[in-house]
């Protein structure tokens, strides 16, 4: 079974809300991702987490904050997002942080509009 | 640091037709290699991967790929294309040695005519 649960799928917020996107795994995984694409472009990688430990941001801005809770969880907490930051997350696990040979397994993703 | 280099913006097929679509990677080492489908509105799929071994690697829905280390290239095939197989391609690369970072070419758009 190699799925990644994100919820909700489509999220409209507006500029000055605060809301959430969920990410969930029971594969075992210990490293969790989140990623973000933009309309026909390939996704781009935000942040990953390592046995619940941030171990990689790649210059996200602060509206942006992850939170991993524990090994089956990832959040992203969202707030004062711009119309800009309209795109597709797309929550990822892997077998552990290490890279070597691991597979990144992706979920469906959540549709986020800032309106 | 690696790269991916799709050289295929969109490609269109009949179906029935065979398949072939480009990946070139930039990597030092010993890459370790993947095809990921995208349907409409959806998240990722994985194809297929290369990590070593046999060059000539099986995935889901009929497709293969084939490992060149010469041609530093791992072009994905199919040899008889279905109306469903219409989606977007990603390539990518994984580094070795500790690296969580997978680095995506920027796509293959696949069309497929009846």
């Known amino acids: 079974d190699t799925e990644v649960t994100q919820t909700p799928k489509h999220l409209v917020m507006g500029m000055t809300n605060k809301k959430s996107l969920k990410c969930e795994q029971h594969?075992?995984?210990?490293?969790m991702y989140w990623y973000k694409q933009k309309a026909k472009k390939p996704p781009e990688l935000m942040f990953v987490y390592s046995y619940e430990k941030l171990s990689i941001n790649e210059s996200v801005p602060s509206r942006f904050s992850p939170e991993c809770p524990n090994s089956s969880l990832l959040n992203l907490h969202l707030h004062a997002l711009q119309p800009e930051d309209s795109a597709l997350y797309l929550c990822a696990s892997s077998q552990d942080g290490t890279g070597v040979g691991n597979t990144i397994y992706f979920g469906e993703g959540s549709w986020l509009t800032v309106v | 640091a690696q790269s991916v280099t799709q050289p295929d913006i969109h490609i269109t097929v009949s179906e029935g037709a065979s398949l072939e679509l480009r990946c070139n990677y930039s990597?030092?080492?010993?890459?370790?290699l993947f095809w990921y489908v995208q349907s409409p509105g959806q998240g990722l799929q994985l194809l297929l991967k290369y990590f070593s071994g046999d060059t000539l690697v099986q995935g889901i829905k009929g497709f293969e790929a084939e490992f060149k280390r010469s041609q530093s290239s791992f072009n994905l095939r199919k040899p008889s294309v279905h109306w469903s197989d219409a989606a977007e391609y990603f390539c990518a690369v994984g580094a070795a040695g500790g690296s969580e970072k997978l680095v995506f070419g920027k796509g293959t758009k696949l069309t497929v005519n009846p």
């Open positions: 990597y030092g080492a010993t890459p370790y």
């Open positions: 594969m075992g995984h210990r490293a």
